[in-house]
């Protein structure tokens, strides 16, 4: 009796479970579904759901957002890039103010990475990701100060801990140790003994994400995702469906 050799597709199985072996994580599913990953069903979108503003539409999907219980609705990702190495760089804060202007974010702005990338380029984009609601919004724009009045509105909002901690970290500089920053907190916490209203320091503030791109994103099955893109032109919006 002649012995079948292994057909294609099992050579072709037994090199990818080969491949496999040295992913630390591949095609990682929802829970009891195995690697198929979950899908998106929460929702459809239509041009004539939207606002002609895309402050408006964010606005009604960050209170549906609310509303709906999602954990840090105004959590967002912000990413810069330094030029001209073309680096990108990411990280996860709060949005704490919208206006008719644009998206308000506070943070070191003289030692900090994102200081630097946006000294040498001054466009930016966020992020933000509803999980509950299956959206998203993306948003790209210029980045502009905001005035040490407006600023210090803000900060004056914050816990005396944060205050002090605005002047005593020097974000993203190196520290040899974590006493090395607790001596700094101690030493501003002197500065500013018995005084109320501590200024804001110079290098901390608010920037403005003014955007010239707003998209709403909102998750369908099979990945064919509801996708829709402001672009500025002039004084008014240009509203167009994208491809998935």
Do not use: C
């Amino acid at each position: 009796m002649a012995v079948r050799g292994p057909t294609a597709s099992t050579k072709e199985d037994d090199a990818s479970n080969a491949a496999n072996t040295n992913k630390l994580i591949f095609a990682p599913g929802d829970s009891g579904l195995g690697s198929q990953a979950g899908q998106f069903s929460k929702g459809a979108l239509e041009q004539t759901d939207l606002d002609a503003s895309p402050f408006a539409q964010f606005h009604a999907w960050f209170g549906a957002a609310q509303a709906a219980g999602i954990a840090h609705p105004e959590t967002a990702t912000l990413a810069t890039a330094e030029l001209p190495s073309g680096r990108v760089s990411a990280r996860i804060l709060y949005l704490k103010e919208l206006d008719g202007r644009g998206f308000v974010v506070y943070s070191n702005w003289g030692s900090s990475r994102k200081a630097a990338d946006v000294a040498s380029n001054g466009h930016a984009a966020l992020t933000f990701w509803w999980e509950g609601l299956e959206r998203q919004v993306r948003v790209e724009g210029v980045v502009e100060r905001l005035a040490e009045a407006e600023s210090q509105a803000y900060y004056d909002t914050r816990i005396r801990g944060s205050r002090v901690g605005a002047w005593a970290s020097a974000q993203s500089s190196v520290l040899a140790s974590r006493e090395e920053l607790e001596t700094r907190v101690a030493e501003v916490q002197r500065r500013f003994e018995g005084v109320d209203k501590i200024p804001v320091p110079p290098f901390w503030g608010g920037v403005r994400i003014v955007p010239d791109v707003v998209e709403f994103w909102q998750g369908r099955e099979s990945r064919l995702h509801d996708r829709f893109r402001y672009t500025k032109e002039g004084s008014e919006w240009r509203v167009e469906r994208l491809s998935p």
